[in-house]
């Protein structure tokens, strides 16, 4: 059955229905002729369509940039919103005047000093960094020090590099042990010359070696040429392997050899530097004992160093003590200044003179009194030559100098 739609409208008065603006007439919607004229519905439904998908994206773009004002950067909403039947949407309840006066008053603790609740564990700011870092950092504060100002920023900044310090030990300990090994024996002062005197094989992964017929074939002809053997001989023992199909059982009796003389010499070099390192600290607590109670107790010392001045000083003989562990000695070194050369020679004198301050002193003194004597006598033999006052009695002019000239 066809479909047919019609509109009836009245005219409107005084115009007999016709006239610009107005609404079609029954006769303008029909044929002109009495048919009627019938109307294509699919493409209404279409254009209903249409405009309701229209509808339907300008209510979702508008629905995303109220999502986009309403989240901070990590997602949490803004003050003003809320999640409701899963969709973001503005909180009627929402005063802003009054969310500001209760900010300002949880930032103020009584005292005018702005410490609110949120800040009773200042350590909680770090919590969330650590979060961040996907990893816990266990940071123990120096005693006054708040771990959210700048001093305690950067103590937690130290202590995190000297543990990816370790953790890259740590690291390289697994992953090349030889490079490892080597590490500690620079560290411990040892030469080059001393660690690659011992001749050895580096090792690949324990996978790769078992995968790669090449890489078996190295590590037992090495482990031949290590023992003592050459090349061609070597080379002999491993034909026969590969020709008798022991190539593998061979080559993984002297890969695990290898790695038992890698672990050795690892542990020999940790424990001499465990030893050094308890030298090191046993050696500079001694020092620094003796640095404090010499100037402290002035005890050994041939001055007297006054109280106010004994803690820079201390302080200033420290900052120059440094330790060679070549040699496990302490030594004072002072860079040489222009304008401080004469002074440094003068405390290297008194170090070449074994600190004897007094033989210094007795010498200036002498100094000192013949040059007195030297102006006392010169004006005994002015006084002479002008006929100025004689000499007292019982004394001839000029035979000797009293000591109350002196």
Known sequence: MKHYLRLFYEAAAGDGGA??????????IEGGDGTQKPVNLDAAAQAAADQAAQAAAA????????????????GSL?????????????DPDYNPN????????????????????????????????????????????????????????????????QQAVNDFESYLQKADPRAYAYMLHRQAGGSDDDFFSEKTVSLPEYNTFKESTDVQVSV?????????????????LVDKAIKD??????ADVAYKAIEKSHAQQLAD????????????????NKLNQSLTVAVSEGKGLNIAIPDTEKPGFLEFVREKVEYDSRTGKFLLVQPIADEELNRQLESLYLLYKKGDLKSLIQREAQTQNVRRLKKVVDKSKQGQNSGGQAAPAGRQPGSFVALGDL
Request: negative net charge; hydrophobic residues 30%; glycine residues 12%.
């Open 19 to 28: 006239g610009g603006g107005l609404p079609p007439s029954l006769a303008d």
């Open 59 to 74: 209510a979702e773009a508008e629905y995303q940039a109220l999502v986009k004002e309403a989240k901070n950067e990590d």
């Open 78 to 90: 803004k003050p003003g919103y809320k999640e409701e039947n899963g969709k973001v949407v503005k």
């Open 98 to 161: 009054a969310a500001a006066a209760g900010a300002e008053g949880d930032g103020d603790d009584g005292d005018g000093n702005g410490a609110g609740e949120g800040d009773d564990d200042p350590l909680a700011f770090w919590t969330d960094v650590n979060k961040l870092h996907g990893r816990e950092f266990q940071i123990e504060y120096p005693e006054g020090v708040d771990p959210i100002s700048p001093e305690g920023a950067y103590h937690r900044e130290k202590v995190i590099m």
């Open 220 to 236: 037992y002809k090495s482990s031949l040429i290590q023992k003592g053997l050459d090349a061609e001989s070597a080379q002999l």
């Open 245 to 250: 199909g022991k190539l593998f059982d061979q």
């Open 269 to 284: 070099i940790e424990a001499a530097n465990q030893r050094a390192q308890e030298t090191y600290t046993s050696s500079v």
